[in-house]
């Protein structure tokens, strides 16, 4: 996967949607990018692109006109102000028509990464917040706290909905990077939940690298509780082996790695690969390195539901600090060794 490091902010601009009004209020001037707002945004963005729910998009074939106007402002035709308030109407039109969609600041940025320029569009959903108001009642002062609703989300908060548009070329694997996170209302409509990929930008969803080795790990580890809940031995084996693997390989067969796991248990073997198959692992896994460095940096152990143990994955792989001890029945002991101080909290 492109993991973007490296962003500076070449200009901004923010519109104000509101679904209780009949219009957008557009803003004609780029931001001010003094250095609190230059964080600010440059924040916002970071945890963007930094966010486990970041997928990798390409446009549609129909004409759309988020991806028009985004290769009008590469291409120089049209400029960031123009580019933006198109933008802006395309969603307002969408929330205008389903009264479900939250309204919001929309925020476009004209960034500058390692993998050259990106526009980024960011729905700013409102937050509540809470002031204080002052009335004099009777020559005396009362003082209140009243909710508001137009609040921006903090530079710590995660955006539900953004995207990341790249110029159009032939040897892109994706065209755009987008974070579209669902509802978890039980009356969101279908329409209101799948506006943002489908409707506004226009784009469909394909699979990355981290998906790919997210998929696996998620799928291998699901059939290791269900078929070894009660033979932790061998449970420590399947998991330690397919560590292994990811931490060693590029790409890993799911037939060799089955074999090299279950040896001559012919059955176990088919049985693992055929459910990883049936849950979308195909043959071969591509595996995302990165991902699984900061994915196993630390190793967490619920044991028996009671208890819970987080490990530095340096202290797991060290028989001085921890050991794996086999008890030839299926079950194992997990030793600590050298302690040499322990806190409660």
Known sequence: MEYVNEVNLNGATIHILDNNSEEPVYNEYQLKLMDETYEYILKHIQKCLKDEELKYAVFN?????????????????????????????????????????????????????????MLAILKMDYVKNYTHSIDFVENKIGINIIPQFVGLPSGGQRLQKCAFIKPLKDENKFDLMVIDKQSKSKDAEDYGSNYFINNFLGCTIVNNERDVTRNFIKTTEKWTRDNLKDNADKAEIVRTSIKKKLKEEDNININELSSEIFGDNAEESQNFVQYAKERGITEN?????????????????????????????????????????????????????????????
């Not at 991806?67 to 307002?92: C, H, P, R, W």
């Not at 794996?324 to 079950?331: A, E, H, K, L, S």
Request: glycine share 4%; hydrophobic share 35%.
């Open 285 to 345: 896994v591509e595996v995302d390195k990165q991902w699984i460095d900061n994915k196993f940096k630390r190793v967490r152990l619920k044991i028996d539901k009671e208890i819970d143990i987080y490990i530095d994955e340096e202290a797991y792989n060290d028989n001085s600090k921890f050991e794996i001890i086999r008890n030839g029945d299926g079950t194992i002991n997990m030793l600590i060794k050298h302690v040499k101080n322990y806190i409660e909290k």
């Open 61 to 117: 074939n129909e004409r759309n006109i988020v991806k028009d106007v985004s290769m009008e402002y590469f291409n120089g035709k049209i400029d960031l102000i123009t580019a933006s308030k198109d933008i802006a109407n395309q969603l307002f039109v969408l929330m205008k028509s389903n009264g479900s969609i939250p309204s919001c600041d929309l925020m476009v940025v004209s960034i500058s990464t390692e993998y050259g320029l």
